[in-house]
């Protein structure tokens, strides 16, 4: 991973999909969610639960993805989440 945002998110996403470390160190900040990785809504509901407790609650991924368009959510990686949670003020 490039920043350490990007780095603490597929960290959380790891605990999300319940995946061990070897899946985590496949994944780069171009990963996309759906595309590459297939999250479905559990994991993806699971997922945004614990990016707002870690970087508190402006960050709202589930408001966020709201308001994409498909080809967005299509194309949505861990580097895009990233750059959300800097964006929402992310803190931690």
């Keep these: 991973?490039?920043?350490?945002?990007?780095?603490?998110v597929a960290e959380l996403l790891r605990e999300a999909t319940g995946e061990d470390a070897e899946w985590l160190a496949r994944l780069g900040p171009a990963t996309r969610?759906?595309?590459?990785?297939?999250?479905?809504?559990?994991?993806?509901?699971?997922f945004a639960e614990r990016l707002a407790a870690r970087f508190g609650p402006g960050v709202d991924l589930a408001g966020h993805i709201a308001?994409?368009?498909?080809?967005?959510?299509?194309?949505?990686?861990?580097a895009?989440?990233?750059?959300?949670?800097?964006?929402?003020?992310?803190?931690?």
Aim: net charge negative; hydrophobic share 45%.
């Design 33 to 46: 969610l759906d595309g590459d990785l297939f999250v479905d809504s559990l994991e993806l509901t699971a």
């Design 80 to 92: 895009d989440v990233a750059s959300y949670v800097d964006a929402a003020g992310g803190t931690g």
């Design 1 to 8: 991973m490039d920043t350490p945002t990007q780095l603490a």
């Design 67 to 78: 308001g994409l368009g498909l080809d967005a959510l299509l194309r949505l990686s861990i």
